[in-house]
C-alpha cells in the first residue's frame, strides 16, 4: 500500500495533483486549527467576527503569495529551458561536422542529464557493427571507436526504431557488453535515417541512474535527429566526393592528383632529412593482351590485385597510385642513396615472380620500372614524372620485366650492389666468412685480457673484404641475422676449442648489429649457443653500439638486462660518437665502455679528444665500468692512455686481428706466461 502511494507521487507528471492536493490539505488544516484556535481563545462576538475577517484575509494573502511563488518559479524553469533549448538549437545550428556532433552530444547530456550520449553510424548495410563519430561521457569527448550491435540496446534502435529504457537496461540486454562496462541503467535511442528512409546510424543518451525525464528525452532525439541525419549524410557526401578526387575508384590507390601532392610535400622534408626521394614509374607488361583475351572485368580485378601486392610489398610510407591504365606511381620518400630505390625497384619486380589468380586464372605478368631521383634528376615533381617516364621506356626497350634509372651511371652501379647482394647470400652457403681475432691488452701488465671477433669475406675474386663494404648490405637485406647467428656461434665454438686445449682461457667479444640486437630472439639465441657450444657465459662479451641502444632506450635496457641475466658481457661499442642519456647509461646493465678509435687517433694533438677521453674514463669508473680504448697505434697514444688510467687498450701498435689458427699461437704464448714480442706478431699478422 505504502509503495502504491509513494509510486502514486513519484514523477514529474502527477506534480500539479500533488501540489493541489497539499494546498487542500493545508487549508482544511488552517480552516480547522484556526477556528479552534479562535473558539478557545473566548474572544468578543466582535473581536470574533473581526478575528475572522482577518484569518480570510490572511489566508487570501497567503494563497495569493503561494500562488505567485508557484507560477513565478515555473515560469522561470520554462524561460530556463527555453533559452537552453534556443541555444542548444542556435548552437548546433551554428557548427557542422564534427563540431557539430561533439557539441550535440555534450548538450544532450547536459540538457538530460545524463552520462553519455553517442551518435554512430552503421559501417555497412550488412555487418552489424556501428562506428561512433562523436561519443560524449561524463563531461568530457572521448576517442571513436567500433562497436558490435549484436544483443545491444543499439540494435533495437536500428532495427526496430525510437527505444526507451528508463531503467533496467542491463537486465533487458545482459549480453551488451558496453552497457556492462559503463554501468547504464538507462536508455533512450533514436534512428537517424537517410534521404531514402534507410537506417544509417544510431543516436541515443544512456545515464547511470532512472531516467525521469524520457518525455523531454524523446522529444530532443526526435528533434535534432533529423539534423544529426543530415549532417552524417552529408560527412558521407564529403568524404565521397574526396575520394573521387584524390584516390582512384577501382583500385583504391591515390590518384595522380593525390601523388604529386605527397611527392611536393615529400621535398621540404627530403632536404632537412637528407633523403632524396624516389619517383617509381611503373608498367605492366602484356597487360593489354590479358585484357583483350578474358575481357575487362578480369583486366580490371587484375589491376586490383597488382595494387594489392604492391602496397603489400612497400613500406607505409611508401605511396602507390595509379596513373591510369596499367601504369602505376610509386613514391618512396625515406630513401638514404639513389642505390636503394634500385633495390626497391628489383623487390617490386621479383614480386610479380608469383602469378596472379582472378577468376579462376594463373595470370603471368611482369612489370618494367622507370626511376627518378630527387634533386638529381629533376627538382620538381613534374621533370621527376617526365625523367621516371624516359627511364620506363628504356626499360621497356632493353626487354621489359628490369628497371632502369634515368641517369645511366646509377644503372651500373646499382647493378654492382645487386650483384654483390647475390654474392653476399651465396657467401654463407659457400662458406666464404671466416672470423679474425684482435687481441685487447690489460694496460698495467701488458697481459691478453680477451679478443675482439671480426667478421672478414674471403671473396672469390676479390680477395679478403673488410666488413664496412658488406655489413650495411647485410643488415638492409637482413642476411645479418643469419651472418650475425654464424658469428656468434663460430667465436664461442673457437673460444670453447681454445679453452679445451689448455690456451689461457679469454673473453671473446661478438659484435652485434642493428637489426641482430632488434630480432625478438637474440637472448634465446644467445643460450641456445652458450649451451650448444658448452661456453661459460662471462667469457662471452657483446658489442652494442651507443647509438643503437639510444635508438629505444626503454626497450634496450629490457633486452640487456635479460641477457645480463645469462651471465654474458656488455660492452658500448664506438662510445662517445652518439649521444648518450647519462640517465639511461646508469640503467644499462653495461660492465665496459668503448673509446672510439677517432678520439684516440689525434690524442696527443687534439685537446678536445683529450678532454672527451678523460670524461668517459671518469664516467665509466664512477659507474663501476670498465674502458677500452680502440685504434691504439702509437707508443704516445699507449702512454697517455696509461696516465688517464685506461683498462684495456686494443690496436695496431699490440696486434693487428688476426686469423684464428694464428691467435692460437698468440694464446700459447699467454698461457706460457710469456711477455709479447709485439712487432713479431703483428708481421706474423700482416
Ligand atoms: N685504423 C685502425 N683500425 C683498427 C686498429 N685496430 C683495430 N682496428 C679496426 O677497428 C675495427 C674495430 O672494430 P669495430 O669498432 O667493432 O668496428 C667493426 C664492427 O662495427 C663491424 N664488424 C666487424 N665484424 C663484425 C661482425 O661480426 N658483426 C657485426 N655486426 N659487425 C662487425 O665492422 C667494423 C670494422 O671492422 P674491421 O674492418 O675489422 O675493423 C676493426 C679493426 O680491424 C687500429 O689501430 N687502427
Not at 52 to 73: A, D, N, P, R
Not at 83 to 98: I, K, M, W
Request: with cysteine; net charge negative.
Amino acid at each position: 500500500m505504502q509503495s502504491k502511494v509513494r509510486r502514486f507521487f513519484s514523477g514529474k507528471k502527477r506534480l500539479p495533483l500533488k501540489i493541489a492536493l497539499i494546498y487542500l490539505l493545508f487549508g482544511i488544516g488552517w480552516i480547522a486549527l484556526s477556528d479552534t484556535l479562535l473558539q478557545a481563545m473566548a474572544l468578543s462576538p466582535d473581536w470574533h467576527h473581526t478575528s475572522q475577517i482577518l484569518k480570510g484575509w490572511g489566508f487570501v494573502l497567503f494563497s495569493t503569495l503561494l500562488l505567485y511563488l508557484v507560477v513565478e518559479y515555473y515560469r522561470r524553469a520554462l524561460v530556463r529551458s527555453e533559452t537552453s533549448f534556443d541555444e542548444l538549437v542556435q548552437g548546433v545550428s551554428a557548427t557542422t561536422g564534427e563540431a557539430f556532433f561533439s557539441l550535440l552530444t555534450q548538450s544532450l547530456c547536459q540538457a538530460l542529464k545524463a552520462d553519455y550520449a553517442f551518435i554512430g553510424e552503421l559501417c555497412g548495410t550488412q555487418d552489424k557493427r556501428v562506428r561512433t563519430v562523436a561519443v560524449y561521457a561524463e563531461g568530457q569527448d572521448l576517442d571513436n571507436f567500433e562497436f558490435d550491435l549484436s544483443g545491444t540496446p543499439c540494435e533495437q534502435v536500428v532495427v526496430r526504431g525510437f527505444t526507451c529504457f528508463p531503467s533496467g537496461v542491463r537486465e533487458h540486454f545482459p549480453q551488451g557488453r558496453l552497457a556492462a562496462e559503463l554501468g547504464v541503467e538507462s536508455f533512450v535511442g533514436i534512428p537517424l535515417f537517410d534521404a531514402e528512409g534507410e537506417v544509417i546510424g544510431p543516436m541515443m543518451v544512456l545515464s547511470r541512474k532512472p531516467m525521469h525525464n524520457l518525455g523531454l528525452a524523446a522529444k530532443m532525439l526526435k528533434v535534432f535527429s533529423v539534423r544529426a541525419a543530415a549532417e552524417l549524410q552529408r560527412a558521407r557526401s564529403e568524404k565521397t566526393i574526396e575520394f573521387m578526387a584524390f584516390y582512384d575508384p577501382l583500385t583504391g590507390l591515390a590518384n595522380k592528383r593525390l601523388f604529386q601532392d605527397r611527392v611536393k610535400q615529400t621535398f621540404a622534408w627530403a632536404r632537412r632529412n637528407h633523403r632524396f626521394p624516389a619517383v617509381l614509374f611503373l608498367d605492366l607488361d602484356r597487360f593489354r593482351c590479358i585484357n583483350d583475351t578474358l575481357g575487362h572485368t578480369a583486366g580490371d580485378a587484375l589491376l586490383q590485385e597488382v595494387a594489392r601486392r604492391l602496397q603489400k610489398t612497400l613500406r607505409k610510407d611508401d605511396t602507390v597510385a595509379r596513373h591510369g591504365g596499367d601504369e602505376f606511381l610509386i613514391l618512396l620518400p625515406n630513401i638514404r642513396q639513389a642505390e636503394d630505390a634500385g633495390f626497391v625497384a628489383g623487390k617490386i619486380i621479383e614480386s610479380f615472380q608469383a602469378p596472379f589468380q582472378v577468376d579462376g586464372f594463373e595470370l603471368h605478368l611482369a612489370a618494367s620500372i622507370g626511376i627518378a631521383i630527387y634533386p638529381l634528376d629533376g627538382e620538381d615533381c613534374d621533370a621527376l614524372l617526365k625523367n621516371a617516364d624516359s627511364a620506363l621506356h628504356r626499360a621497356k626497350e632493353m626487354g621489359r620485366n628490369n628497371y632502369q634509372f634515368y641517369l645511366t651511371e646509377m644503372n651500373e652501379s646499382a647493378l654492382q650492389r645487386l650483384g654483390l647482394e647475390g654474392q653476399l647470400r651465396k657467401a654463407l652457403e659457400r662458406d666464404e666468412l671466416c672470423l679474425y681475432f684482435q687481441p685487447q691488452y690489460d694496460l698495467d701488465g701488458r697481459r691478453m685480457v680477451g679478443l675482439e671477433a671480426l667478421l672478414r669475406w674471403r671473396h672469390p675474386e676479390r680477395g679478403l673484404v673488410p666488413p664496412d663494404e658488406f655489413i650495411p648490405l647485410a643488415e638492409e637485406t637482413g642476411l645479418i641475422l643469419a651472418m650475425g647467428e654464424w658469428v656468434l656461434r663460430e667465436a664461442c665454438t673457437r673460444a670453447q676449442a681454445w679453452q679445451a686445449a689448455g690456451l689461457a682461457p679469454m673473453r671473446v667479444a661478438v659484435n652485434i648489429s642493428a637489426r641482430q640486437f632488434h630480432q625478438y630472439d637474440l637472448v634465446r639465441l644467445v643460450r641456445l649457443v652458450l649451451e650448444e657450444t658448452g661456453l661459460e657465459p662471462h667469457f662471452l662479451e657483446l658489442e652494442i653500439t651507443e647509438s643503437l641502444i639510444m635508438q629505444d632506450a626503454e626497450g634496450a635496457v629490457h633486452k640487456l638486462s635479460q641477457l645480463r641475466d645469462l651471465g654474458v658481457q656488455i660492452a658500448i661499442d664506438d662510445f662517445g660518437t652518439g649521444y648518450s642519456s647519462l640517465s639511461y647509461l646508469k640503467k644499462f646493465p653495461i660492465q665496459t665502455l668503448k673509446i672510439d678509435r677517432t678520439f684516440v687517433q689525434d690524442l696527443s694533438r687534439n685537446p678536445d679528444d683529450s678532454a672527451i677521453v678523460d670524461a668517459v674514463i671518469a664516467l665509466a669508473h664512477s659507474m663501476g665500468m670498465e674502458v677500452v680504448a680502440e685504434g691504439v697505434e702509437t707508443e704516445e697514444q699507449m702512454r697517455l692512455l696509461h696516465d688517464k688510467s685506461c683498462n684495456r687498450v686494443q690496436g695496431y701498435l699490440l696486434q693487428a686481428p688476426v686469423p684464428s689458427d694464428a691467435v692460437a699461437r698468440i694464446l700459447l704464448q699467454a698461457s706460457l706466461n710469456q711477455p709479447q714480442d709485439q712487432s713479431s706478431l703483428f708481421c706474423s699478422a700482416l
